[in-house]
């Protein structure tokens, strides 16, 4: 069975696709910057402000972690806002250019 062949330049010019690789550049990036910002409050406040991290919050619990079990709950939201603005945004956008290439 032969494979079908398609124009990637043409689709890589194409507005629909440019306005879905910025969306998802822009979306992505952002989003790392933040997430790499927050991983990297941990080592740093618990290197330079330890007495920040050893306040306790919760019984034996102290605030270094809780910051860093946070982190997991940080992880799981971004991903689920990504999966809610990916189903919303980007996919109509995918669909809208498929349905214009007719692919």
């Not at 989003?31 to 007495?51: E, K, N, Q, R």
């Not at 940080?74 to 214009?100: C, M, P, Q």
């Amino acid at each position: 069975m032969a494979e079908r062949q398609y124009d990637w330049k043409a689709i890589a010019k194409n507005p629909k696709f440019v306005e879905l690789h910025h969306k998802k550049t822009a979306f992505l990036f952002g989003w790392w910057i933040f997430s790499c910002v927050y991983y990297f409050l941990l080592p740093i406040g618990a290197a330079y402000t330890p007495g920040i991290f050893k306040v306790k919050m919760i019984g034996v619990i102290n605030f270094g972690y809780i910051f860093a079990l946070s982190q997991f709950f940080v992880s799981w939201g971004i991903a689920l806002y990504y999966s809610h603005v990916a189903n919303k945004d980007f996919d109509r956008l995918t669909r809208e250019l498929i349905d214009e290439l007719h692919l």
